[in-house]
């Protein structure tokens, strides 16, 4: 089944703690984003991945990175996490020949406390 | 900048019955993809339709339709016959077709579709 996965899909950490969500897709998509949802601002993307090792920063990068080591993971990282990164996290990815189509992941809730 | 905007927060519709959400946005560009994903209770993000700005044909997916308004940059999702499972968030979502740059979708905030039995 095509997918793409999450883990974990709730987590609960205190200010300052590294933490890593994990994503993985097995559409062989050349694309990988995440983006994180707040009340009453939709979604926004936070970095993107266009092939291993390319990546770059979206509308909300600060506080977070990325690596693609692999074309089917893209992990998210948070060195430091604070509360104002608690929110609802969504791993996406998409093909150059997918006319656009994405594909979201479970989602993560997070809570930093 | 690409801009989206739902200007419907929530809505309510009896079941069986049709509704239509909102959405506009905003672009100069002439090339671009519009989608509807809904997001039910359970938080996953589905991809409901999908239309590009090229074909002036309005895109249709069993009971969810679109009317795509080029000039009027507006992107409105109809659905018919409205079921109990259709309750759930509705993200209107842009995405420039640059060829190969970012994938990247740009949302709106979202309308929150309730059906009642």
Redesign the interface.
């Given at each position: 089944e095509a997918q793409v996965t999450q883990n974990p899909r709730y987590l609960i950490t205190v200010t300052g703690k590294k933490l890593t969500v994990t994503c993985s897709q097995n559409m062989n998509h050349e694309?990988m984003?995440w983006?994180r949802q707040d009340p009453?601002?939709?979604?926004?993307?936070i970095y993107?991945s266009?092939n291993v090792e390319v990546t770059?920063k979206?509308d909300v990068p600060e506080g977070y990175k990325v690596s693609r080591k692999e074309k089917r993971n893209f992990p998210l990282i948070l060195e430091s996490p604070s509360p104002n990164q608690t929110s609802?996290y969504?791993c996406?990815s998409?093909s150059?020949s997918s006319?656009?189509?994405?594909?979201?992941g479970?989602?993560t809730?997070l809570t930093v406390t | 900048a690409q801009t989206v905007t739902q200007s419907q927060p929530e809505m309510s519709v009896q079941e069986a019955e049709t509704v239509t959400l909102s959405c506009t946005y905003d672009t100069s560009e002439s090339n671009y993809y519009l989608f509807w994903y809904k997001q039910p209770p359970s938080r996953q993000m589905i991809l409901v339709i999908r239309q590009e700005a090229y074909k002036q044909q309005n895109a249709t997916e069993n009971r969810f339709s679109v009317n795509f308004q080029k000039a009027a940059k507006s992107f409105s999702l109809k659905i018919s016959d409205s079921q109990l499972g259709d309750t759930a968030m509705y993200f209107c979502a842009f995405m420039n077709h640059y060829g190969g740059a970012t994938n990247k979708l740009i949302f709106g905030t979202g309308t929150l579709l309730a059906v009642q039995p």
């Open positions: 694309y984003s983006y009453g601002l939709g979604l926004r993307q993107y266009m770059d979206g609802l969504f996406a998409s150059l006319g656009g189509s994405t594909y979201f479970p989602g809730r | -």
